[in-house]
Every structure is written in structure tokens, then in C-alpha cells.
């Protein structure tokens, strides 16, 4: 399936109520390039920590690497 979205605000309508089995993939994409999907029983993070900040598999997401791989890059001073 292919929808057009808001790159400032990407969001769509879950498809979890019709197609129970998209709920892993749902949320894989929310994970990695931050698309929001409305009505959605459980949209959080699944591969990267809860405190992982940006959305890695984005065009925009430049890392900076904090020196520690399980929490993602950090700000630098």
C-alpha cells in the first residue's frame, strides 16, 4: 500500500482494526521514520529505546554518535 503524507506531519489511519498482523509493521514504521498512525491500539517505540531521539530511516536525520550505540545519538555542545 502507498500513501502520500505530510513530511512535517506524517500521519495515516491504522489499518490494525481490518489487517490485525500490520500492528508489528505499524509500529516498526513509526519507529524508524515517525509516521503517526491514527487509531492504533499500542503506536510506541519497538526496536529502538524509548529515549532514542529523531526517526533514523528519514532523508533529514543526521546522527551525532554520543560514543554509546543503545541510546542514539546525543547533542554535542
Not at 506531519?9 to 509516521?35: M, N, Q
Not at 526517526?55 to 543503545?70: A, E, T, V
Request: charged content about 25%.
Amino acid at each position: 500500500m502507498r500513501v502520500h503524507l505530510n513530511r512535517d506531519e506524517p500521519k495515516v489511519a491504522s489499518v490494525t482494526s481490518i489487517w490485525p498482523g500490520t500492528d508489528w509493521h505499524e509500529r516498526e514504521c513509526y519507529d524508524l521514520f515517525g509516521i503517526v498512525f491514527e487509531g492504533h491500539p499500542n503506536l510506541k517505540r519497538i526496536l529502538l529505546p524509548d529515549d532514542w531521539e529523531g526517526w533514523p530511516f528519514r532523508k533529514d536525520y543526521h546522527p551525532i554518535f554520543s560514543g554509546d550505540p543503545l541510546h542514539g545519538p546525543q547533542e554535542t555542545n
